[in-house]
Every structure is written in structure tokens, then in C-alpha cells.
């Protein structure tokens, strides 16, 4: 298959990571940007493409990242430049609420056909995943006639206000900004890795515990919507077992209220189909997306049942730049991307690679105590040997030692002990597999 890239795709180190342009830059960086940016490696991009980045040393990275589950149809990606280039030629910007344009449409109409369930849908765009999670819990609530909203321990759902109040975790993303908006409830998450009463009994304890906490603490006749990841992204990649989801969306069909399912990290192929609530069997009322929606440019979507999309009144949704004519352009050629190059099989395929292989360092580390995902995005939880307590020690020593190799690995999860693997799924093999061996390493040095 084609990388979409004329980038060589090979891990090479020329200089030191960072090299001595990129560190000279960075205190340019420091001295113009908020200290309240982070960054995951000290070094300078200046192109990309395929499976890895190169910095303005000449290094080659290897990206197993994708810019957090972004560039899923890898860097620059052939189609999404020739239509970006297009685009950006004919036309910048309308704002498509005064005067519209076919990519917009084109690009709903996609989503209406990809997203799950065969009922009439219908799509509003916006710019990122936290402005798709607000105008979902908008719509939601304009239908339903109702406001709580329920969402879990170790979700991630954005960085505004009610995002952050959706999100569970304090630090960094909430501490000290509050106060935070109301009728937002947090549940228990089943994660069958640390659910006291064992893995096994993990579905169906945890959703006994959900209702009826939704039941008692909220009251049935108030709730608006479930909001849940099928696999949380921020939280460590983790997977509910097969019944809590569709538990859930039942529960909500059942109560009138809506079920959205937040596919911002999971959609677009990474999980080895199109949408990960597919493997569920579960059709959500409001699906949300952004990430790997388009190639890179900023683009997020809620698309759902066209009787509750309709509900909201004319005006009632909507902003500036939502469905940029350049973003949607880009959304078509990563879209044609997906489904031209079967990346939904590629995703599989890569994570049967990611999978094996770390599986089999679970069987030589003690430290790795759980390994989890779908498709291509895979992840290990670190411990203490023996026992289930976060080892966050050993993945800031295996993520620096990987940085230092030439391989860019995202870190994740609650306890800050989570590795997690998001290859572009256009990733050659033999990448894939250098990457995976220098993170053996990275592992085995960390003991
Ligand atoms: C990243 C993410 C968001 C927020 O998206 P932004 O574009 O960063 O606002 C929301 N939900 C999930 C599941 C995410 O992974």
C-alpha cells in the first residue's frame, strides 16, 4: 500500500535528540509560548509524512502517535493536499450559516452514510472535539426536555467548560478552573482491569451499579444522555467489556433518553471499523467526531437521528469557522483515503502486529500488566511486579528512551502508567516493527 508520502520511511538518527537546532529554537519557544503548553518531544518539525516525522536536525521519528489519533491517513496525505490546494484556490471562507457550500454538505453526507444504523441521519460541523461534545449535550438536552448528563470515571471529553466538567480528570486538565457547570454526573467506568469484584464480572457489576445510581441519584425522568467513549482515549485505552455499551444504549432507549456515543479518538478506522460502537452492535442517537475526521485540519462533527438533530430550533446551532470550506476539503480526500485504501483492514492488521508483539513482552515484563485495545490503538498498562499498582516511574523512562531512539510514543490513563500506541494506519510494516523492538528495549532498560 501506499504511504501517501515521498518522505523515506526509515528511523534515522543524525544528531542527538533534541538536536543542537532544534535546542537552540526551544528557548524561543519558552520565552513566546504559555508555559501552559506541554510537549511530548523537545523538537522542531519541519515535515512529515507516512509513518515519521522529521525535525530541522535531519532526524527521521518515527510517529506512533498521529499527532493524538489525528493524521490516521498519515502525514500530508496525497488526497487531502490536492483537495486543501484546491480549495484554498477557489475559496477560503463564506461562513457556511451565510452562504453555503457543497464540501459541507458532501462531508455530512459521508458521515450520515458511515455512521452506524440505517435511519434517516443528519450532521452539524464544528472546529474541535469539545465543540462537538458541547453542541451534542445542546442538542440533547433541547430534545430531551431534560439536562443531567452522564458521563464516567476516566473519561476525556475536552478542555471548555462543560468539557472540562465532563472530563474526569483533575490535573492538569481541570485544577483550578473551576467552577465547573452543573447536572453533570460521573459513574463508575467498567474497567476490566482494576474492577474490584475481577474482569470477569465486570459488565455486568458495573452496569448494575450505573442504573442504579442513574435511577436513584439522578432519576430516570430527568436524564438527557449517556455520554461515553466505546474505548476511553485519555483514560488508557480502556476497553469495556462486550455488554456495558449496549447495556447502556438499551437503558436509554428504554428511559427516553438519548445515548452519544464520543468517537473523537476511536473514529474514522482506527479501531478496525469505521466507528468502534460498531463492534458493539450499538447504534448511538449523536455520535461525535473530529480527530482523524481530516488529515489534520481542524474539523469535528455530531451527527445523529434526524428527527433529534431537527429538534433544535433554526439559529440554534452553529459558529464561525464550524465546517471550514478548507477543513471539509480535507475531510473528503481523508475520507476517500479510508475507504480507497481499505485502512478499516490495515488498522486490523497493524494491531494484530502491535498486539502480538506486546503481548509477548507482557509474558518477559512483570511490569506490564495489562495489554488492551482494537485495531490500531493499542496500549500497555504499567504496574509494580506482582500486583496492580501504577508504575508511572517506568513509563517516564521507557517514553524518554524511545524519544532518544527515534520513536515518538503518547502516554495516557488516570495514574499516568499507561503507553499507548496510535501508528498512522498507512505505518509500513517494517516500521512498525523497529518501533515495536526499540520500545522492547525501552522496557527492558526501564526494569
Ligand atoms: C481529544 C478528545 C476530545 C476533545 O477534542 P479536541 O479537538 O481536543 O477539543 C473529546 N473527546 C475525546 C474522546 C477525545 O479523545
Same mark, same amino acid.
Given at each position: 500500500m501506499s504511504t501517501g508520502s515521498n518522505i523515506p520511511q526509515v528511523r534515522k538518527?543524525?544528531?542527538?535528540?533534541?538536536?543542537p537546532k532544534s535546542q537552540a529554537l526551544m528557548q524561543r519557544r519558552s520565552d513566546a509560548v504559555s508555559a501552559a503548553l506541554g510537549m511530548t518531544i523537545p523538537v522542531m518539525v519541519e515535515k512529515a509524512g507516512g509513518g515519521v516525522i522529521v525535525d530541522i536536525d535531519g532526524n527521521s521519528i518515527i510517529d506512533m502517535g498521529s499527532g493524538i489519533a489525528v493524521v490516521s491517513v498519515g502525514n500530508s496525505a496525497d488526497r487531502v493536499v490536492k483537495n486543501v490546494i484546491n480549495q484554498v484556490q477557489a475559496f477560503?471562507?463564506? %461562513?457556511f450559516m451565510v452562504a453555503p457550500y457543497m464540501g459541507y454538505i458532501e462531508v455530512c453526507e459521508a458521515l450520515n452514510r458511515l455512521t452506524p444504523g440505517t435511519g434517516k441521519k443528519k450532521s452539524a460541523l464544528f472546529n474541535s472535539g469539545a465543540e462537538a461534545l458541547e453542541n451534542a449535550v445542546k442538542i440533547a438536552r433541547r430534545f430531551t426536555k431534560r439536562e443531567a448528563v452522564v458521563v464516567f470515571e476516566h473519561g476525556y471529553h475536552g478542555r471548555t467548560n462543560l468539557t472540562m466538567a465532563m472530563t474526569a480528570k483533575n490535573m492538569p486538565y481541570k485544577d483550578g478552573f473551576g467552577p465547573f457547570t452543573p447536572e453533570i454526573y460521573r459513574m463508575p467506568m467498567a474497567y476490566p482491569f482494576r474492577w474490584p469484584g475481577g474482569a470477569e464480572n465486570c459488565a455486568n457489576e458495573a452496569l448494575d451499579v450505573v442504573l442504579h445510581k442513574i435511577e436513584k441519584e439522578i432519576g430516570v425522568n430527568r436524564l438527557a444522555a449517556i455520554v461515553i467513549e466505546p474505548i476511553q482515549g485519555e483514560g488508557g485505552f480502556i476497553v469495556p467489556p462486550k455488554g456495558f455499551i449496549a447495556g447502556l444504549s438499551k437503558f436509554c432507549t428504554d428511559n427516553g433518553a438519548l445515548f452519544i456515543a464520543? !468517537?473523537?479518538?476511536? =473514529? #474514522?478506522?482506527?479501531?478496525?471499523?469505521?466507528?468502534? %460502537?460498531e463492534d458493539e452492535g450499538v447504534v448511538p442517537d449523536l455520535i461525535t467526531t473530529a480527530k482523524g475526521i481530516a488529515g489534520g485540519l481542524p474539523l469535528a462533527a455530531v451527527t445523529g437521528r434526524a428527527d433529534v438533530m431537527d429538534s433544535v430550533h433554526a439559529g440554534g446551532l452553529g459558529g464561525t #469557522?464550524? =465546517?471550514?470550506p478548507i477543513a471539509c476539503a480535507a475531510a473528503l480526500g481523508a475520507i476517500a483515503t479510508i475507504e480507497e485504501e481499505k485502512l478499516c483492514d490495515r488498522a486490523l492488521h497493524l494491531g494484530k502486529i502491535m498486539r502480538e508483539s506486546l503481548l509477548g513482552m507482557q509474558k518477559t515484563y512483570a511490569i506490564i500488566g495489562d495489554v488492551r485495545g482494537r485495531g490500531a490503538m493499542q496500549a500497555i498498562e504499567l504496574v509494580?511486579?506482582? =500486583?496492580? !499498582?501504577?508504575n508511572s516511574a517506568a513509563l517516564a523512562s521507557i517514553v524518554k528512551y524511545c524519544q532518544v531512539n527515534g520513536v515518538l510514543i503518547l502516554s495516557a490513563g488516570t495514574y499516568g502508567n499507561v503507553i499507548r500506541l496510535l501508528p498512522?494506519?498507512?505505518?509500513p510494516e517494517n516500521l512498525l516493527l523497529d518501533a515495536l523492538e526499540i520500545l522492547n528495549q525501552g522496557i527492558a532498560q526501564a526494569i
Open positions: 538518527l543524525v544528531t542527538a535528540i533534541p538536536g477560503t471562507h463564506t %461562513c464520543d !468517537e473523537v479518538q476511536t =473514529g #474514522f478506522a482506527r479501531t478496525g471499523v469505521m466507528f468502534a %460502537c #469557522f464550524g =465546517g471550514s509494580l511486579p506482582g =500486583g496492580i !499498582e501504577p498512522p494506519l498507512v505505518m
